[in-house]
């Protein structure tokens, strides 16, 4: 079993519906992070959580420490925002590097 | 606007072949990685580093080599590139015990023939 798990793997919608990507893990973590990679480009990172919810615009990413689980919405979903989505966790196992865990991600596609 | 920056976007290199992957940062950080992203696995760390000549082996090591002789500038080798090495390559950099600031490049995808 993978140490962080995304749900779904794929996803499509429709223009302006509302989308949650779900990511649980099994470790004990420092700070997890929702990154969005388009086809064929880099990496972006989107948030940094420890703790709460962070509202960036239409994107809106929560965690539950306790649960071990976070969720990233988008409200308002357009075309533009078809990407991987790919959560990961630092892992709080200490020493002065900050590795990331990271989810196999989910493919989004927003249809018109 | 910060940037990690990687030398080629598109490789295509032949089988035995010492293949040589650039990345630069200009943030200062201390911290660089060196990842593969392949379908349905994600992505793995092949080698990380937290200072200059400093390097540690990741979840996938074998076949590659690492060099970090200047804090801004991390390679990654493949000694004698084969074809389970076609893959996407990713770099990445944080500074060290921030909760901020981890940056990816665009990514180099590899081809090996």
């Known amino acids: 079993k993978n140490e962080v798990e995304q749900s779904p793997q794929n996803l499509t919608a429709q223009e302006g519906e509302f989308i949650t990507i779900n990511c649980s893990y099994s470790?004990?973590?420092?700070?997890l992070h929702w990154l969005q990679q388009h086809p064929g480009g880099g990496i972006v990172s989107l948030f940094m959580l420890s703790s709460g919810k962070k509202k960036h615009g239409r994107l809106i990413a929560t965690i539950n420490i306790q649960e071990k689980h976070s969720s990233l919405h988008i409200t308002a979903s357009h075309p533009r925002d078809s990407a991987v989505y790919i959560c990961a966790v630092r892992s709080n196992y200490g020493g002065a590097t900050n590795k990331l865990i990271f989810g196999t991600g989910t493919l989004l596609a927003v249809q018109p | 606007d910060v940037k990690v920056t990687q030398s080629s976007r598109y490789l295509v290199k032949r089988t035995g072949e010492k293949v040589f992957l650039e990345c630069v940062q200009d943030?200062?950080?201390?911290?660089m990685f060196w990842y593969r992203q392949d379908p349905g696995l994600g992505l793995r760390l092949i080698y990380f580093s937290y200072d200059v000549k400093m390097k540690e082996k990741g979840d996938i090591p074998e076949g590659y080599s690492v060099s970090r002789e200047k804090k801004e500038r991390f390679s990654l080798i493949l000694e004698s590139a084969s074809t389970n090495q076609t893959s996407m390559y990713l770099c990445?950099?944080?500074?060290?015990?921030?909760?901020?600031?981890?940056?990816f490049g665009s990514g180099t995808r590899l081809t090996v023939v």
């Open positions: 470790v004990g973590i420092s700070a």
């Open positions: 943030m200062d950080h201390e911290n």
């Open positions: 990445a950099s944080s500074s060290r015990g921030s909760f901020e600031g981890y940056t």
